[in-house]
Antibody
Framework: EVQLVESGGDLVQPGGSLRLSCEAS????????MSWVRQAPGRGLEWVAT????????SYVDSVKGRLTISRDNARDSLYLQMSSLRAEDTAEYYC???????????????WGRGTLLTVSS | QPVLTQSSSASASLGSSVRLTCTLS???????IGWHQQQPGKAPRYLMK???????DKGSGVPDRFSGSSSGADRYLTISNLQSEDEADYYC?????????FGGGTRLTVL
């Protein structure tokens, strides 16, 4: 069974830093692209960042470029999101999501974690 | 990059059927999309992918009541025999190069 378990969410002051983690199990983690998706309170889903299997291809939504860094450790089956210069508008539930990675010609998200909550407030 | 447009809300009666629409922006009408369900207070769940041809492929464990179809730039999610647990937000999703895009979501109310 595919499982994605996020952790690391917390209350952080504006300008602060935090690292989110996502531990994967039930599939060959190193074979899949992975992403972070966030959802601000009462709002819709927003894609944040994506990383390919070996970390050589990374992309971000414009609003987080230069402040958030996605990375992975295939030996630990883990995905990370290093966050710095945090703003109130970064407050959201952060989800780890697996991409179909071209299988069946799809790069859609096919599995989701349960999320971890980041609150940025003084 | 593509833009996905969804109605903000929909409603239908228990036991009836409802069709939700996701419309692709101009120049992207052939794109594959995915449908995701988010029940209140829960994480999103992948339902299916829908291709421009109208073919669809559901995720693991998705009930037979859920189906997909396509017409031009529109991609549809049809839910038959509506159940109370179908009351949720439904999002469509697609990708282009290294960008992933979500629609704004449709909140489905089961009456």
């Amino acid at each position: 069974e595919v499982q994605l378990v996020e952790s690391g969410g917390d209350l952080v002051q504006p300008g602060g830093s935090l690292r989110l983690s996502c531990e994967a199990s039930g599939f060959t983690f190193r074979s899949y692209w992975m992403s972070w998706v966030r959802q601000a309170p009462g709002r819709g889903l927003e894609w944040v960042a994506t990383i390919n299997q070996d970390g050589s291809e990374i992309s971000y939504v414009d609003s987080v470029k230069g402040r958030l860094t996605i990375s992975r450790d295939n030996a630990r089956d883990s995905l990370y999101l290093q966050m710095s210069s945090l703003r109130a508008e970064d407050t959201a539930e952060y989800y780890c999501a697996r991409e179909a990675s071209g299988y069946g010609s799809s790069w859609l998200f096919d599995y989701w974690g349960r999320g971890t909550l980041l609150t940025v407030s003084s | 990059q593509p833009v996905l447009t969804q109605s903000s809300s929909a409603s239908a009666s228990l036991g009836s059927s409802v069709r939700l629409t996701c419309t692709l922006s101009s120049g992207h009408s052939t794109y594959m999309i995915g449908w995701h369900q988010q029940q209140p207070g829960k994480a999103p769940r992948y339902l299916m992918k829908v291709e421009g041809s109208g073919s669809y492929d559901k995720g693991s464990g998705v009930p037979d009541r859920f189906s997909g179809s396509s017409s031009g730039a529109d991609r549809y999610l049809t839910i038959s025999n509506l159940q109370s647990e179908d009351e949720a937000d439904y999002y469509c999703e697609t990708w282009d190069s290294n960008v992933r895009v979500f629609g704004g979501g449709t909140r489905l109310t089961v009456l």
